[in-house]
């Protein structure tokens, strides 16, 4: 399949826009100011695109899913993402390993990106659209994306290139190409959005939409003519009655109020809580086997017991047979936890 390049000029505007957009996700991650210059799209093969700008690089696999269907390969320098890593664990090392855990974190930060890619062009072309994407993995080349877009190296894709600074800590540079099948299904849309005939549709719709709104604000304002009607009727108005559902009166357990039946059977998550702190994620990237956490909470202080993230008692920890129980021993207002 070959690109239609009829339109080509302006969807490669809103690929890059796009692309842009959806790299200042990275901003309140890494908690700086970030600044793009993305290049306009430009139409290549597969084969002879040209990614040297950015290797050594890692890359990751774009499904979008929804309206816009296609796919699209995202590569970065593998330098730049080390300085992403090393900010998020918050280490002064130079040498920055992408372990498991490693690569899972910039996978999760590279997936709010794509998120906001296939937002923004949704939003661009008023339809419904998202993206899954793969595990990071290393960029060995053009054969790399031939494989991602069906192992066909000859045909055309759609790349934008882009410079991004995050403040003055990162200076890195990125590519992101999309498939045949992507760009001539956002051509689509383009043409959809930009005909005439259903452009004059929609202003028909929005001016009939826009009148039908006039004449019902219209019915609802009162009628001000300098003058009132005397001979209206008289309006009986008095306070609505409800029914009351009593709560029992025991302060020792926790009341249901009345005709709840049909709740009953509902099912509850019961969580008994030890106590909890607060780590900062160099500290976390540390634990291994064996590694001790303190706790905010005092050997033999009673635990916590939620139902579905509620505090509702606090009770001992026994052991029944060969299991751990929690004994009940005070209620955290229950009444106030009812009526809230």
Excluded: W
């Excluded at 430009?42 to 499904?63: C, E, L």
């Excluded at 130079?94 to 490693?102: K, L, V, W």
């Excluded at 299904?185 to 383009?190: D, I, R, S």
Aim: charged share 20%; with cysteine; aromatic share 6%.
């Amino acid at each position: 399949m070959s690109l239609d390049r009829s339109k080509f000029d302006k969807i490669s505007e809103v690929l890059s826009d796009a692309v842009g957009a959806a790299l200042d996700a990275l901003s309140p991650i890494l908690g700086a100011d970030l600044n793009t210059a993305p290049q306009p799209a430009q139409i290549h093969t597969i084969k002879d695109t040209d990614y040297s700008g950015v290797m050594p690089a890692m890359y990751f696999n774009i499904v979008f899913v929804g309206d816009i269907s296609g796919k699209a390969v995202a590569v970065f320098r593998e330098i730049d993402l080390a300085v992403i890593l090393r900010l998020l664990m918050n280490s002064d090392s130079d040498e920055i390993e992408f372990d498991e855990m490693g690569l899972g974190m910039i996978k999760e930060i590279m997936s709010q990106v794509s998120n906001k890619l296939s937002a923004k062009l949704g939003e661009f072309f008023g339809v419904e659209a998202s993206a899954s994407i793969s595990a990071l993995m290393q960029f060995e080349g053009n054969s790399v994306v031939a494989n991602a877009f069906g192992g066909k190296d000859q045909s055309e894709c759609a790349t934008v290139t882009t410079k991004y600074e995050v403040g003055t800590i990162l200076k890195g540079k990125a590519c992101v190409t999309f498939d045949d099948m992507c760009v001539n299904n956002l051509t689509k849309y383009y043409d959809m959005a930009n005909d005439d005939n259903t452009q004059q549709q929609l202003t028909a719709a929005q001016n009939v939409q826009s009148m039908s709104a006039g004449r019902g604000q219209a019915s609802r304002q009162p009628q001000n003519r300098g003058m009132q009607n005397n001979n209206a009727p008289a309006l009986n108005i008095s306070p609505s009655s409800f029914p009351r559902f009593d709560v029992g009166n025991d302060d020792d357990s926790i009341g249901m109020p009345g005709n709840m039946d049909l709740l009953m059977e509902v099912p509850m998550n019961v969580c008994v809580e030890i106590g909890k702190t607060k780590k900062k994620m160099k500290e976390i990237m540390n634990f291994s086997q064996g590694t001790i956490i303190p706790i905010d909470k005092q050997a033999g202080a009673p635990v916590d017991i939620t139902v579905n993230g509620q505090l509702i008692a606090r009770g001992d920890v026994i052991v029944i047979d060969d299991n751990f129980g929690v004994r009940i021993t005070e209620l955290v207002n229950s009444k106030n936890n009812l009526t809230s």
